[in-house]
């Protein structure tokens, strides 16, 4: 059974701050690692599908790294924005996604 | 942009009722997902379908789950006879390509409630 666990579970920052976290995942048999961002009420939406060793992706003020050896992957949010709380989920797999418990964040403005 | 779209947007039932979850997933997409999350727990993975058979499935997913593209549109789930334990969002999702590739897209949700 693949564990796919993140870390921390909520997070609270003021607007303007930078913040990261975590997704952690057994390294064996490796395809692909996904990020979502699911706001209250409305769809997952995709971030990012990262597939190699050392990959780095952006969109926008969100960017994301892939360690596929030690098995981990982090999220990063620069400056951040009212709109930017939700819960960011990370989930690993092929056709079958396994996914964390997510990081739920609130930004204080 | 094109969306998935699911109906309806809540349920509720009686144990034992069986229930029909529907979803228009986005319409070139080749590959479809049902996933569930039970309240406080992870999102967890039911089943695939690709090329008009389940090609992956859970442990969760058993004969009292079954899933159908009827029209070439829609596709739907069906939970034969429910139990409590059931009750959770169930998210349908799809692909162009497989996700070892693709993002999925996903809809928005059934709330489903087991009385």
Known sequence: ?109 | EPEVTQTPSHQVTQMGQEVILRCVPISNHLYFYWYRQILGQKVEFLVSFYNNEISEKSEIFDDQFSVERPDGSNFTLKIRSTKLEDSAMYFCASSYAGATNEKLFFGSGTQLSVL
């Open chain 1, 1 to 109: 059974i693949l564990n796919v666990e993140q870390s921390p579970q909520s997070l609270h920052v003021q607007e303007g701050d930078s913040t990261n976290f975590t997704c952690s995942f057994p390294s064996s048999n490796f395809y692909a690692l996904h990020w979502y961002r699911w706001e209250t009420a409305k769809s997952p939406e995709a971030l990012f599908v990262m597939t190699l060793n050392g990959d780095e992706k952006k969109k926008g003020r969100i960017s994301a790294t892939l360690n596929t050896k030690e098995g981990y992957s982090y999220l990063y949010i620069k400056g951040s924005q009212p709109e930017d709380s939700a819960t960011y989920l990370c989930s690993r797999g092929a056709q079958k996604l396994v996914f964390g418990q997510g990081t739920r964040l609130t930004i204080n403005p």
